[in-house]
């Protein structure tokens, strides 16, 4: 008996050894565990989804930036070029002549017009009428020598100078070409335009014919001659320069398609390109300055028809009438600005003749600026006038005017938006530019601007991760819109006052997760 209970308490004490051993290897195991998982948590970041709250807006790409305040400055008169006072970028005032044209002839005729109108004021006497019949005669003299001295100078300018730009200058062969002899070797230069080069040449031919027929005319042309006969040899030679212009103009697009990489032969082109330059212009002059002249010879021989006849009423308006008119053109060889702002365009170079009607110049005010666009039906319902606009680039303006009325052809409608701040990148006339604007109904308190990584796209629908009870994550079902950049429009299944994980990536529903600050 005392041996069994011996070993009876010797079992116990050996069970209770081994329960206690096994509790401590439990509990060691049990905290062993507990810690790894806690190492493997994964760490997340929330966002608010009220601060994703986006106003619903319209993009539109390739505005073009305009002045509101500019002017395209033309040339009213066909002039030379005497005078550029401004460089490209230049600021410029009101009123501030920008570009000066040729305007010594209209000077003149303007001094006379005035001195006559004075003389049909004031009356004549007998030494007047001396004077007026020894100035009528002497404009008579100086118009028939203007006449003269045009045709030599046509005669240079054809025979010396554009001559060199044919072969067979003077025959019915005659071909559009230049032929360089340099060095012992011999190279030709034909027309860019062959139909074009065929009938400068045609042309040429028949201004030879007209010069030999204007010679003659001339040969028994003189100051005692009579009014009827210089009137004749006056009207053809007008007519004679004007043709003498007109195939200048038809022959230069032909002159400056010429060129060589052969530094040589360029040199040589180039030397008969300012010839021809230097021929437009004399021929351009030669009829000017006879139009001065026979302004001169008209002037007084009616100032001494006025002298022996006495003024009337009518001629005295009409007198005045010619001193208005000068003045009017003589203000034309000013181009003026009209407006304060910045050179944005310049075109010509002194001494190079300025068309009626080409534009010359331009003023742009750089601190009024617009964007004007285009704009499809579908977008014209989102938007109306007076709604913000964010600019590329930080710049803010209005939506000023949309047209009421669509492009027949690309059914798209103009848009206009009023530049208010330019951001940090610089704004220019003439500069491309995106922009977006604010859509009608304000933001939609539904519609959220999220980051395209928060959300969850699967074929059973897309979603969003919140933190939900005992840090588990669960799923929040969402409507998807659009997708902006790198962010996708949220446009049902949350409120404001969510809170999301903001990055889904490598999580799922259920997951035990813990929240960064």
Do not use: C
């Not at 062993?32 to 709250?53: C, H, M, N, W, Y």
């Not at 040729?102 to 004077?131: H, M, P, T, V, Y």
């Not at 002497?138 to 030599?152: F, M």
């Not at 042309?203 to 210089?230: F, H, N, P, S, V």
Request: net charge negative; hydrophobic share 40%; glycine share 8%.
């Amino acid at each position: 008996m005392i041996s069994i209970k011996k070993h009876k308490f010797g079992f116990l004490f050996a069970v209770l050894v081994i329960a206690l051993v096994s509790a401590a290897i439990g509990n060691q195991m049990k905290n062993g565990a507990q810690s790894q998982t806690e190492e493997s948590i994964p760490a997340v970041k929330l966002i608010a989804v009220g601060d994703f709250r986006e106003q619903k807006t319209v993009r539109v790409e390739g505005g073009t930036v305009q002045s509101l305040d500019q002017a395209d400055l033309k040339s009213q008169i066909s002039a030379q070029i005497t005078a550029i006072n401004v460089k490209l970028g230049d600021q410029v005032q009101a009123g501030q002549i920008i570009m000066q044209l040729q305007n010594g002839d209209i000077s003149a005729q303007l001094e006379q017009a005035r001195a006559r109108l004075d003389e049909l004021k004031k009356g004549a006497r007998d030494e007047e009428l001396n004077l007026a019949r020894t100035a009528n005669n002497e404009a008579k003299a100086a118009l028939v020598n203007s006449i003269k001295d045009a045709y030599a100078k046509s005669d240079d300018a054809i025979h010396n100078h554009i001559d060199k730009f044919f072969t067979n200058p003077r025959g019915k062969n005659i071909r559009f070409s230049i032929i360089l002899n340099v060095g012992g070797s011999q190279v030709s230069f034909y027309p860019s335009d062959s139909d074009l080069g065929q009938r400068v040449a045609d042309r040429k031919y028949k201004i030879e014919t007209m010069l030999d027929e204007w010679k003659d005319l001339l040969a028994g042309a003189d100051a005692a001659a009579d009014d009827a006969d210089i009137e004749n040899i006056l009207a053809v030679s007008k007519k004679n320069l004007q043709e003498e212009i007109d195939f200048a103009n038809e022959m230069a697009p032909l002159v400056n398609s010429l060129s060589s990489d052969n530094s040589t032969y360029k040199t040589i082109i180039d030397g008969y390109k300012t010839e021809f330059s230097a021929a437009r212009s004399a021929i351009n002059g030669s009829l000017a300055s006879l139009q001065g002249t026979l302004t001169a010879r008209e002037t007084a021989r009616q100032t001494l028809e006025l002298k022996l006849a006495g003024a009337s009423p009518e001629q005295l308006r009409q007198a005045q009438a010619a001193v208005d008119a000068l003045e009017s053109t003589l203000a034309k060889t000013s181009i003026v600005s009209p407006i304060s702002g910045q050179i944005s365009y310049i075109n010509g170079r002194v001494g190079e003749l300025a068309g009626g009607g080409s534009l010359v110049a331009g003023v742009v005010n750089p601190g009024a600026l617009q964007i004007k666009a285009y704009v499809s039906e579908n977008d014209l319902r989102e938007i109306a006038e007076g709604a913000a606009v964010k600019i590329d680039g930080g710049g803010t303006g209005i939506l000023q005017t949309i047209s009421p009325a669509a492009d027949s052809q690309t059914k798209k409608s103009e848009i206009n938006v009023l530049i208010a701040k330019p951001g940090n990148a610089p704004i220019i006339v003439g500069q491309t530019v995106g922009f977006e604007i604010a859509a009608k109904g304000g933001a939609d308190p539904n519609a959220y601007l999220l980051p395209i990584e928060a959300i969850q796209f699967t074929a059973n629908g897309n979603y969003v991760l919140a933190v939900g009870a005992e840090s588990a994550l669960e799923r929040i079902s969402v409507t998807t819109g659009d997708i902006v950049g790198e962010k996708i429009y949220v446009v049902q299944g949350l409120d404001g006052d969510a809170k999301i994980i903001s990055s889904t990536r490598g999580l799922k529903s259920g997951d035990i997760i813990k929240v960064e600050n």
